[in-house]
């Protein structure tokens, strides 16, 4: 049993004895090994990277797309924006060209006809929001919605509104046209 022990060697002893050409070769092999792993990383990351820049493409022309899109509903909007507010206003159209068809209308019936055109403004106005600004007399001047155009001795607190000259507009909570005032002057 000796004999087979030496001859064979302890496994320590095998791993010490290589002969430089087996340290050549497990050396290769072990190199080969990581540049096999290398290779298969690199061909991963490429494989990554082509499919982030196939992503940032598509994503890319995604923004791109709803950019367009939106600017034509955008474009869309405010070609037809008043489209609505023009089909109320119709009706009122129709109501003034009926009332210069009559020929021999009395003062009252043109006066009926007027009212009633008046109205039907006054309601397509209501629908769309547009709200007249009519400050009462008395009432404190706002700058945000009246128009000074005088200042007037009355007797009345020093800037207040005293007449009404013409009335403003509100759309939607936003001034449209000021209303014009007279005001009241600091005594």
């Known amino acids: ?4 022990n030496t001859a064979e060697g302890t496994p320590a002893q095998n791993d010490h004895a290589q002969s ?17 792993a290398l290779t298969n990383e690199l061909a991963e990351l490429k494989a990554k990277n082509a499919d982030l820049a196939d992503q940032y493409l598509r994503a890319k022309a995604e923004a791109e797309n709803a950019r367009r ?7 869309k909007t405010r070609k037809f924006a008043v ?19 009559v020929q021999e209308a009395t003062l009252a019936q043109i006066r009926e006809g007027s009212e009633a055109t008046l109205k039907q403004l006054q309601s397509a106005l209501t629908r769309h929001k547009v709200v007249a600004i009519a400050p009462a007399a008395g009432e404190k001047f706002d700058p945000h919605q009246h128009q000074a155009i005088s200042m007037v001795p009355a007797d009345q607190e020093p800037n207040t509104v005293v007449a009404v000259l013409q009335k403003g507009y509100l759309i939607a909570e936003r001034v449209l046209r000021p209303a014009l005032v007279t005001v009241a002057a600091p005594k």
């Open 20 to 36: 430089p050409e087996e340290a050549l070769a497990a050396a290769a092999v072990a190199e080969a090994d990581a540049l096999a």
């Open 83 to 101: 489209e609505s507010f023009a089909e109320s206003l119709l009706p009122v159209l129709d109501s003034f060209e009926a009332g210069l068809a």
């Open 1 to 4: 049993m000796t004999q087979q």
């Open 69 to 75: 899109r939106a600017d034509e509903e955008i474009a």
